[in-house]
């Protein structure tokens, strides 16, 4: 009896952990699509990978996992460059990637 309630337990955390992956990397999706489209520089590969996940504690001070996703950008198609997105659960902590252009570049 103790043993079915605590593989049933595990069984749900797993399933809780994984939706929760999931919605964070759909969120991390939006954001390095948005930060493209804004830089004006194309999206490759349609996706975020995670390149590391650990535990931090968040600014209410609450223990969370903070994610850390990669994803590929190009300026002109045929050249790569890698950005980074650092979430706190789904709260965006970080973004290194696309810059867009400033007003004054490219006038004299």
């Known amino acids: 009896m103790l043993g079915t309630l605590l ?3 595990f069984a749900m955390a797993v399933v809780v952990f994984w939706y929760s992956g ?3 990397a759909e969120t991390a ?3 390095g699509q948005r930060a493209c489209a804004r830089a004006g520089v194309q999206w490759l590969d349609q996706s975020v990978h995670l390149l590391a996940i650990r535990p931090r504690r968040g600014p209410d001070g609450w223990l ?3 994610r850390h996703y990669g994803f590929e950008y190009s300026t002109g198609g045929e050249d790569r460059h890698t950005g980074r997105i ?3 659960g789904r709260r965006l902590k970080a973004l290194a990637g696309p810059v867009p252009p400033s007003p004054d570049s490219g006038t004299i």
């Open 7 to 9: 593989a049933s337990l």
């Open 64 to 66: 969370g996992l903070e």
């Open 86 to 88: 650092v979430l706190h």
């Open 29 to 31: 999706t939006v954001i």
């Open 22 to 24: 999931r919605a964070a």
